[in-house]
């Protein structure tokens, strides 16, 4: 049993390229989401989505896309890097609802530098 | 936003000591949860909190629900080297699907 599954574990970018930033679980967790973690701001939650074909916005979602196609799947975009999006992402899924909700199993995150 | 700020930012303790974190918001939560995060690693569900006034245990650790639904504490005692990590609180409004997350308190143990 896999869990969360992040990929990749480092990137480097340039200012203005773009990358996706993948994420699959197979617990079949209906909730998917991404969040960022910079020092001293916690983690800030980008965009989540309840189910194949919903996504919505978290606190900091400028200059973040994403998709839910699957239920497995939870792809974050960058369409046009810049040096403030250097941070440490995370993706993590649960149960929609009920008490299950409340335990996010989280990936091991990826590790982005933009220049 | 949300906001949940946590209080202090970091701590350097001995082995054996206790420890106290706090987590406060401007909004009240129906759910308060505690994470921990070890280095190199994603968030792990130590506690969750239901009810306000709820105080619940597991193992060395103990979390409080506020009873004005806007705060949330955890305790550690007698703390041990793999205790060192970032905790961080968690809180969820209403029946919303997403969980804000605190500022994080970072914890050193030292022998």
């Known amino acids: 049993n896999a869990g969360v599954t992040q990929t990749p574990k480092f990137q480097v970018l340039k200012t203005g390229q773009s990358m996706t930033l993948q994420c699959a679980q197979d617990?079949?967790?209906?909730?998917m989401s991404w969040y960022r973690q910079d020092p001293g701001m916690g983690l800030r939650l980008i965009h989540y989505s309840v189910g194949a074909g919903i996504t919505d916005q978290g606190e900091v979602p400028n200059g973040y896309n994403v998709s839910r196609s699957t239920t497995e799947d939870f792809p974050l975009r960058l369409l046009s890097a810049a040096p403030s999006q250097t941070s440490v992402y995370f993706c993590?899924?649960?149960?929609?609802?009920?008490?299950?909700?409340?335990?996010?199993?989280f990936g091991a995150g990826s590790r982005l530098t933009v220049l | 936003g949300q906001q949940l700020n946590q209080s202090p930012q970091s701590m350097f303790i001995q082995e054996g000591e206790d420890v106290s974190m706090n987590c406060t918001s401007s909004?009240?939560?129906?759910?308060w949860l505690w994470y921990k995060q070890d280095p190199g690693e994603g968030p792990v569900l130590l506690i969750a909190l239901y009810k306000a006034g709820e105080l619940t245990s597991n193992g060395r650790l103990t979390a409080q629900f506020g009873i004005t639904r806007k705060d949330s504490f955890l305790n550690i005692s007698a703390s041990i080297p793999s205790d060192v990590g970032i905790y961080f609180c968690a809180g969820r409004t209403g029946t919303a699907s997403k969980l804000t997350f605190g500022t994080g308190t970072r914890l050193q143990v030292t022998l």
């Open positions: 993590a899924s649960s149960r929609k609802s009920g008490v299950s909700a409340n335990v996010l199993t």
């Open positions: 909004s009240i939560f129906n759910t």
């Open positions: 617990m079949n967790h209906e909730y």
